[in-house]
C-alpha cells in the first residue's frame, strides 16, 4: 500500500512536471511544396532566392523562464547573400498571435505590405517579426507604417538563423497574459526587402509576372496577398493543409487592382 | 442664363473628373519615388579627389574627407498589363562636395592632375541615365518575360556572368529573355549582354570597335523540389574589331575576332533533410585573343583581367553542409575547391558575390606596402585606401579582374581567388545566445609554377597579368607570380554572446591565424648568375656571368647584380644583395590577428558598438635581392597593428540607412630585409620623393625606388557618416 501510494505521487508528480512543459511549447508544422501562396506564386528570378527559401515547415514556440523563443524552419539552408548578418537575408516572418481568443479583440488589419485580413474570430493581439534586418530598423519601420498597432509589435533584440531555422526571442511580458498553449498562431512567409514601398513594412511585394526582386503569380495591385506560406488547417504539416492554405489565401480584385475580398487569415491552435 | 451656365460648366468638370478617373483606373500606371544618400567622410589622409576612398585608375580621384548628397529618381510605369518601364536619374558623388557651393567650384582649379572643378562633369553635379529597363510580360506559354536593357544580371553565377557593380549595380545592359515549363520547375534564362568597353577585355578594354561586341548567355536549371536541383550554363563572348584589311567597303566591312571566351557549367545540389546539404558545381572556360588587336604579354607586371593568348582550365566546388546534428546546434560545413590558374569568364562577379567558403586574408592587408601603397618605393605613389585598408575579411571572386573601386573603408574587400585550390572546413555551434565558429582551410595554388610554368619565354614577358605582384602583406587582384611555390593555412575561432543584462550586451571577438609560404624561385637553375659570381669576401664585384634557365633567357635580365658602393657607415659593400641564393626570394608569413569587441542598444534607436582588432604579422618576404620585384616597398619585418572602430546605427521611421563609422589605426612596421648589402642615408631629394626623413636609412633599388631601413610608425583616423533615404 505505501509502494502503491509512492508510485501514485510519483506519477502524479512526473504528470505534472510533463503537463507543465508541454505547456510551455507549442509546435505546428506545415506542409513542404505549398510556398505558392494562394497556389499560383511564383519566386523571383535572382539566384538568391533559392528553392524552398519561403516554404514554411515548421512553427515552435517555447517559453523559457521568462523569454518566449520562437523559431520557424523553412524548406533549405538558410543563406546570407546580402551580408545581413544574422546567418539569413531573404525570408522575413511574421508571427501573429492571438493572446486572449476573443472576438472582436483585436486587429483583424494585418500589418501593411501583407495584403491580408484576419477573421473577427481570430483577431491578432501581437505579433512576432523575425528579420534580418536590425531590431531598431523593424521597430521605427513599424511604428511609421502601422503606428495603429503600437506595443502589438515585438521585434527580437537579435535574431538569427541556423541551417533551415530562424529564430529570436522576446520577453514574454511583452506577449501579455495568458498560457500560451493555448494561444491562437499564424505564421505568414515574407521576403526581407531594405527598400520597400512606401507603405510596406519591409515586405516584398507579388506582382502578376515575376521578376528579378519581386514575387509573381498575384495581381499588380494590392488587392492580392502578399504571403507566400502560411499556417493552414490544424498545423500537422498534412498535405490536405495545402488546400487549407489556398482556400484561407483565396481573394477576389477589382478590375484596377482594388480589393474585392481580401485573403482572409485564421489562427491556428492546439 | 448664368444659371445654365453654371449647371453646364459643373457637368462638364463632373464629365472631366469621372473622364479623368477612369483614366486613372484604367489607363498607364506611373510612379515616381527616389533615394537619397548622403555621406560625410573625414580623415587625417587629407586626401579630397573624391567622396570614395578608393579609386587607383589612372586620372580618377579618391579622398577620406569631404562632404556630398547625392539623390535618384526612380521612375516607373506600366503603360499596360504587358509593359513595364523603369529607369533612374541618378546624380553622383564623385567630386560632387558640399564646398562646391552647389555646382560653382572652381572652373580652373584642380583638385586631382587630370582636373576636376565646375567644368568637369564629375564636380559639377550632373545627373545620369541609368537603369532604363522595358519589361515585356507577354503571356505567352513559352516565353515569361524579355527585359530590354539594364540589369545586375543576378540571375546567373558568379562563376560565369556576376551580379555586375560598377559604382551601381545595374550599369550592365542587354536583352533578357525568360521562360519555363512543367509548373515553373524547369527555367531558362537567355541573355546578351553587351559587353563593357570600360574593362571586359585584354587590358581592360574591348578593342576600338566596341559597339557589336557582347556576351551570350544561357542558363537552365530544373528544381522538381526543394529536395533536388541541377542548373546547366553556357557564356559565349565575342569581342570583335572591324578588319582593317578588308578595303572594299560595298559589302560592308568585315569584322575579326579580338577576344573571345566560352564557359560552360553545370552545378547540382541535393538538399535531402534539415541537416544535410550537398552542392557541386563544376565551369570549364576557354579564352583566345588576337596577337595583333590585343596584348600579347603583360611584361612581369601588367594589368589585365585575362591573360593574354588563348588558354583553358577548370573551376569546381564540392560542398557539404550538416547543421544542428542531433539538435546538438553543432554543425560543419566542408568546401572542396580548385579555381585553375587560366580559368577565365570575361563576366564573372568581380565583387559583389562570394565564392568561397573561406574568410580568406584580411583587407587591413590590401596591397603590397606596409601602409597598403603600390609602388610605393616609387615617389607619387602614395597609399590610397590607407594603412587601415578596408574592414573586415575579403570575399573572394573568381576572377583576377576584381573590382574595389568606389569603396569605402567600412565596405568588405574582394580578393582573387584565381588558382586556389584546397579544403576549408567550418565547425558552427550555436546554443541560446551563444554563437562559435571555426575554420581550417589549407588553400595550395594551381599558379605554383617556375618562370610562369614556361621555360621558353623571359619572365619579364608574361601571358600573365601580375598586377600588383604577389609582394608585401596583401595583394587582393594578384594571382600570379613569374616564381611560386606557396600554400597557406588559415585558421580561425569566432564567437558571439549576448549577455543579458540591460537589453542585452553583444559580446564578440575572433582569434585567426594564417601561416603562409612561398619559396617562389625554388630551382637554382633559374638564378640569375652562375655560382659564386659575386664575391662574398676580400675584393667585393660580381662577374656577372649570366645563368640561362633557356635560350637566351636569364633572370638576371631583371635581378641584375648590384654595384659596390659605400655605405652609411663609411664601409664598403653591395648596394644589395646578389641573388644567388633560390631562399633570397622566399616568403614566410607567421600572422595572428585577435578581435575583442561589444554592441549595444543604447536607446530605441540606437545601437553602438565599439571593437578592437590587433594584427601581429611576422613577415620575410624575400631580402634585398628580391627587392619585391624591384617595383614594390619591401615588407620584410614585423608588423603590428592596432584598430579601434565605433560604429553607430541610428533608426528613424524613414530612414533606410543612416551610421557613423570611426575608426583609428596605428602600428610599427620594423624592417629586417636580411642581410648582403649596405644601407646608405635619404638625401633631400629622395627625402622629398617618397616623404622619409633626410638622413635616415635605407637603399635605393634596382630601379632607383627607395626602401628605408627605420621603423616606421603609423597613425590613421578616419570617419564616415552616412545617410540613405528611400522616399
Redesign the interface.
Known amino acids: 500500500m505505501k509502494n502503491c501510494f509512492r508510485t501514485s505521487v510519483l506519477f502524479l508528480a512526473i504528470a505534472l512536471v510533463a503537463s507543465t512543459a508541454l505547456a510551455q511549447e507549442v509546435s505546428f508544422k506545415d506542409p513542404s511544396g505549398d510556398d505558392k501562396g494562394p497556389g499560383t506564386y511564383v519566386y523571383p528570378t535572382d539566384k538568391v532566392y533559392t528553392a524552398g527559401s519561403f516554404d514554411l515547415t515548421e512553427f515552435k514556440m517555447k517559453v523559457s523562464g521568462d523569454k518566449a523563443d520562437f523559431s520557424v524552419s523553412v524548406g533549405t539552408k538558410l543563406e546570407d547573400p546580402w551580408g545581413m548578418g544574422g546567418g539569413f537575408a531573404t525570408q522575413m516572418v511574421f508571427i501573429f498571435i492571438d493572446t486572449d481568443n476573443k472576438e472582436g479583440s483585436g486587429f483583424t488589419k494585418a500589418l501593411p505590405g501583407l495584403n491580408v485580413e484576419f477573421a473577427a474570430a481570430d483577431a491578432w493581439d501581437k505579433c512576432v517579426i523575425l528579420s534580418p534586418q536590425p531590431q531598431n530598423r523593424v521597430a521605427s519601420e513599424a511604428e511609421t507604417k502601422a503606428g495603429w498597432a503600437k506595443g502589438a509589435v515585438v521585434v527580437p533584440v537579435r535574431t538569427k538563423g541556423m541551417g533551415r531555422t530562424i529564430s529570436g526571442s522576446v520577453a514574454l511580458k511583452d506577449l501579455g497574459a495568458g498560457d500560451p498553449a493555448k494561444w491562437g498562431y499564424q505564421v505568414v512567409m515574407q521576403s526581407n526587402e531594405g527598400f520597400p514601398d512606401k507603405a510596406d513594412l519591409l515586405t516584398r511585394k507579388v506582382n502578376e509576372f515575376e521578376g528579378q526582386h519581386r514575387f509573381g503569380g498575384g495581381n499588380d495591385g494590392d488587392c492580392d496577398p502578399h504571403a507566400i506560406d502560411v499556417l493552414a488547417g490544424k498545423g500537422t504539416g498534412d498535405k490536405s493543409e495545402i488546400e487549407d492554405q489556398k482556400k484561407m489565401l483565396a481573394y477576389e480584385c477589382e478590375a484596377d487592382g482594388a480589393s474585392k475580398k481580401m485573403a482572409t487569415l485564421s489562427m491556428v491552435r492546439k | 442664363m448664368r444659371a445654365t451656365r453654371t449647371i453646364g460648366l459643373a457637368l462638364l468638370l463632373v464629365a472631366v473628373a469621372v473622364s479623368g478617373t477612369a483614366l486613372a483606373?484604367?489607363g498607364p500606371?506611373f510612379s515616381l519615388?527616389g533615394?537619397t544618400y548622403t555621406k560625410w567622410l573625414w580623415g587625417n589622409a587629407r586626401d579630397q579627389g573624391a567622396l570614395y576612398g578608393f579609386k587607383d585608375a589612372p586620372g580618377e580621384g579618391y579622398g577620406d574627407n569631404g562632404q556630398g548628397t547625392e539623390i535618384e529618381l526612380l521612375i516607373k510605369a506600366?503603360p499596360s498589363?504587358y509593359v513595364e518601364v523603369q529607369a533612374r536619374l541618378h546624380s553622383r558623388f564623385y567630386q560632387n562636395f558640399w564646398t562646391n557651393f552647389g555646382g560653382f567650384g572652381s572652373p580652373s582649379e584642380d583638385c586631382i592632375p587630370n582636373g576636376c572643378g565646375e567644368f568637369d562633369p564629375r564636380s559639377n553635379q550632373y545627373v545620369k541615365l541609368r537603369g532604363v529597363t522595358v519589361?515585356l510580360?507577354p503571356g505567352y506559354s513559352w516565353l515569361?518575360?524579355a527585359t530590354i536593357g539594364s540589369?545586375?544580371w543576378?540571375?546567373?553565377?558568379p562563376y560565369v556572368v556576376g551580379r555586375i557593380r560598377y559604382i551601381d549595380r545595374d550599369n550592365g545592359q542587354g536583352l533578357l529573355f525568360?521562360g519555363s515549363a512543367l509548373d515553373?520547375t524547369l527555367?531558362w534564362?537567355a541573355a546578351r549582354i553587351s559587353l563593357p568597353r570600360l574593362w571586359a577585355g585584354p587590358s581592360y578594354n574591348t578593342g576600338t570597335y566596341h559597339a557589336a561586341d557582347g556576351a551570350y548567355v544561357f542558363q537552365t536549371a530544373f528544381?522538381p523540389?526543394?529536395a533536388f536541383?541541377v542548373t546547366g550554363l553556357f557564356q559565349w563572348i565575342n569581342d570583335i574589331e572591324v578588319d582593317t584589311l578588308d578595303n572594299n567597303w560595298d559589302n560592308g566591312k568585315n569584322t575579326r575576332m579580338r577576344f573571345r571566351n566560352t564557359v560552360v557549367g553545370a552545378k547540382a545540389g541535393i538538399?535531402p533533410s534539415?541537416?544535410f546539404?550537398a552542392k557541386a558545381a563544376f565551369y570549364y572556360s576557354t579564352y583566345e585573343s588576337a596577337n595583333d588587336l590585343a596584348p600579347t604579354g603583360w611584361g612581369l607586371n601588367g594589368y589585365s583581367p585575362v591573360p593574354a593568348g588563348k588558354h583553358d582550365d577548370w573551376s569546381g566546388k564540392l560542398n557539404l553542409?550538416f547543421?544542428?546534428i542531433a539538435g546538438s546546434?553543432f554543425?560543419i560545413n566542408v568546401e572542396a575547391f580548385h579555381i585553375g590558374a587560366e580559368y577565365a569568364s570575361m563576366m564573372a562577379a568581380r565583387r559583389e558575390?562570394d565564392v568561397l567558403l573561406t574568410e580568406g586574408h584580411d583587407g587591413t592587408w590590401a596591397l603590397p606596402g606596409p601602409n597598403n601603397a603600390t609602388y610605393g618605393v616609387f615617389g607619387g605613389n602614395p597609399t590610397i585606401i590607407g594603412y587601415g585598408g578596408w574592414q573586415g575579411n575579403a570575399q573572394q571572386v573568381a576572377t583576377v579582374n576584381v573590382d574595389n573601386q568606389f569603396t569605402d573603408f567600412n565596405e568588405?574587400m574582394a580578393e582573387t581567388a584565381i588558382g586556389w585550390e584546397g579544403l576549408t572546413i567550418t565547425p558552427?555551434f550555436?546554443k541560446g545566445a551563444l554563437?562559435l565558429a571555426a575554420e581550417y582551410s589549407y588553400i595550395t595554388y594551381d599558379t605554383n609554377w617556375q618562370a610562369w610554368g614556361d621555360d621558353s619565354r623571359s619572365i619579364t614577358n608574361s601571358l600573365y597579368p601580375a598586377m600588383d605582384t604577389l609582394t608585401g602583406m596583401g595583394s587582393y587582384r594578384a594571382a600570379y607570380a613569374p616564381f611560386q611555390d606557396k600554400t597557406t593555412h588559415i585558421g580561425l575561432i569566432k564567437g558571439k554572446y549576448?549577455v543579458e543584462a540591460g537589453?542585452?550586451i553583444?559580446l564578440f571577438g575572433k582569434l585567426k591565424f594564417i601561416e603562409e609560404t612561398d619559396k617562389r624561385l625554388n630551382d637554382a637553375r633559374y638564378l640569375p648568375y652562375k655560382a659564386n659570381d659575386c664575391a662574398t669576401s676580400g675584393t667585393l664585384g660580381c662577374a656577372n656571368v649570366k645563368n640561362f634557365y633557356s635560350g637566351t633567357n636569364s633572370t638576371a635580365d631583371y635581378f641584375n647584380n648590384p654595384g659596390v658602393i659605400t655605405g652609411a657607415n663609411g664601409q664598403q659593400g653591395y648596394q644589395w644583395k646578389p641573388f644567388s641564393s633560390i631562399s633570397d626570394d622566399d616568403r614566410d608569413l607567421s600572422y595572428v590577428m585577435m578581435q575583442i569587441g561589444a554592441g549595444y542598444?543604447w536607446t530605441?534607436?540606437?545601437?553602438g558598438s565599439l571593437e578592437y582588432n590587433y594584427y601581429n604579422a611576422d613577415l620575410q618576404d624575400g631580402n634585398t635581392a628580391f627587392q619585391a620585384y624591384n617595383l614594390m616597398e619591401m615588407a620584410s619585418g614585423k608588423h603590428q597593428k592596432n584598430q579601434l572602430i565605433a560604429k553607430f546605427?541610428y533608426?528613424?521611421?524613414?530612414?533606410?540607412e543612416c551610421g557613423l563609422i570611426y575608426e583609428y589605426n596605428f602600428g610599427t612596421f620594423e624592417p629586417d630585409f636580411g642581410p648582403g648589402f649596405v644601407a646608405t642615408k635619404a638625401d633631400q631629394g629622395t627625402s622629398n620623393n617618397v616623404h622619409v626623413p633626410v638622413g635616415s636609412l635605407g637603399f635605393a633599388n634596382r630601379y632607383g625606388g627607395w626602401n628605408s631601413l627605420e621603423k616606421r610608425e603609423f597613425d590613421q583616423q578616419r570617419l564616415k557618416a552616412y545617410m540613405k533615404i528611400?522616399?
Open positions: 483606373q484604367q500606371q519615388g533615394t506600366k498589363k519589361t510580360t515569361d518575360s540589369s545586375d543576378g540571375m546567373f553565377d525568360q515553373k527555367t534564362d528544381k523540389s526543394s536541383d538538399h534539415a541537416t546539404d553542409d547543421a544542428d546546434g554543425g558575390s568588405p558552427t550555436q554563437d549576448v537589453k542585452g553583444d542598444q530605441r534607436d540606437l545601437y546605427r533608426s528613424l521611421g524613414g530612414l533606410s528611400l522616399f
